[in-house]
């Protein structure tokens, strides 16, 4: 199978693909050019682009400043894409990795997914099997809208849901932490209250995954003692790719 066709797969189901990175995460910029290169893609692409991620100066009631940080990311994702009236787009976090084999799945994705009405889609069967459907003969899984669900490495997102999400994810910056109509919380929480909110955002993930998140130190987590000192920062940098 040509890269083109992977590309052109991934291109037609998503039509723009935007990477949300820190612009000081060089590192991340060079593992995500190498992933995308697996679907024949990179970042000078001109359906692709590189959003520079959001740092702001304090944590402003969320669990953490990368907490605050990945929200306005995504927010501003979002608000982007409304802006230029894109009709998909696929969010790429910086150290999103393919899973073994999945760029070869890509155009089966993308015929599967022309076929389906979705708003949300994750890249990823979720992490709550007890209450997550089966996968359909496509390997696409209807989530319910009350399931929890982590991890925004590889998110679809349509025009309409960008529509209902960014506002609400805009009020959410001015009410308190743990207000009942939902506050600063983690980017992936907050989505998760919206789609419960409105069950009307279909979402869907796969089975088995198309991405993984790679190893390589956070962003949003506390940063650890062995990332604050730059010798060890390489060293544990290096044993994370290892892993």
Request: net charge neutral; with cysteine; aromatic share 6%.
């Amino acid at each position: 199978m040509s890269d083109r066709s992977l590309s052109q797969a991934l291109l037609d189901t998503f039509h723009r693909v935007v990477i949300i990175n820190l612009p000081e995460r060089a590192d991340r910029r060079r593992g995500i050019a190498q992933e995308l290169a697996k679907a024949g893609l990179s970042p000078d692409h001109p359906q692709v682009e590189i959003f520079a991620a959001k740092r702001p100066d304090g944590a402003a009631g969320f669990p953490s400043v990368g907490a605050h940080g990945a929200f306005l990311s995504h927010l501003g994702v979002m608000e982007r894409m409304l802006d230029h009236d894109w009709e998909r787009c696929l969010v790429l976090e910086d150290d999103m990795g393919f899973a073994p084999g999945a760029p070869a799945r890509l155009p089966a994705l993308a015929r599967a997914l022309a076929g389906r009405d979705w708003q949300i889609f994750y890249g990823h069967p979720g992490d709550m099997p007890a209450r997550t459907p089966a996968p359909d003969v496509d390997g696409l899984i209807a989530f319910p809208a009350d399931l929890g669900l982590i991890q925004l490495h590889f998110l679809g997102l349509t025009r309409s849901a960008a529509q209902t999400v960014a506002p609400e994810l805009r009020r959410m910056l001015t009410r308190p932490a743990g207000s009942p109509e939902g506050g600063p919380m983690h980017v992936d929480g907050a989505l998760n209250v919206l789609r419960a909110r409105h069950p009307a955002l279909t979402s869907l993930g796969i089975a088995p995954e198309i991405a993984v998140q790679r190893a390589s130190r956070s962003d949003i987590a506390e940063t650890r003692w062995f990332d604050r000192l730059p010798g060890l920062r390489r060293v544990s940098g290096a044993l994370r790719a290892l892993r």
